[in-house]
């Protein structure tokens, strides 16, 4: 079975995550729920519930979180040295030929993708589309909303 790819940023992202959830947020909901045993009768103590599922929520999100990193084959994109060639890691500037619209993405790996972040994950539609492809190429893929155009104004690896 293959390794999920993740880029160096991505492995230290979740380990910054990580480290949170065991030194904050572990700590504070143990401490929540010793102040809501505290109150007595816990059938009925709705605090004591919020935080034990609480609990359950973070130590899954630790689990989930330590076996991607243990797992996943991290990638420093900035050793690929693909030059202008778009391969994964890759972080690209494009403009819509359509509407002239500019923006930059990110080809990251399915664990990291956060489209708000402009992360895409390298199985997505565009992605697919952009693989390959070099500075100055236009290509088209299918998109939700209908065919989209674009032309590859930069390509960089940071």
Known sequence: MKRPPLTLKGAERLR?????????????????IAEARAHGD???NAEYHAAREQ?????????????TLSYAEVIDVAKLGAGTRIVFGATVDLEDEDSGDKVTYQIVGDI???????????????ARALIGKS?????EFQAPNGLKRYEIMA???D
């Not at 609990?55 to 076996?67: C, K, L, P, T, W």
Request: charged letters at 40%.
């Open 55 to 67: 609990q359950g929520f973070v130590e899954g999100r630790i689990q989930e979180m330590e076996a």
């Open 112 to 126: 990291e993708a956060d489209i708000k972040q402009r992360l895409i994950a390298v199985s997505s539609p565009i």
């Open 155 to 157: 390509v960089r690896y």
């Open 42 to 44: 816990l059938k009925e």
């Open 16 to 32: 910054d995550e990580l480290e949170k959830l065991k030194t904050v947020d572990r700590p504070r909901i143990i401490e929540a």
């Open 135 to 139: 500075q100055g190429d236009a290509f």
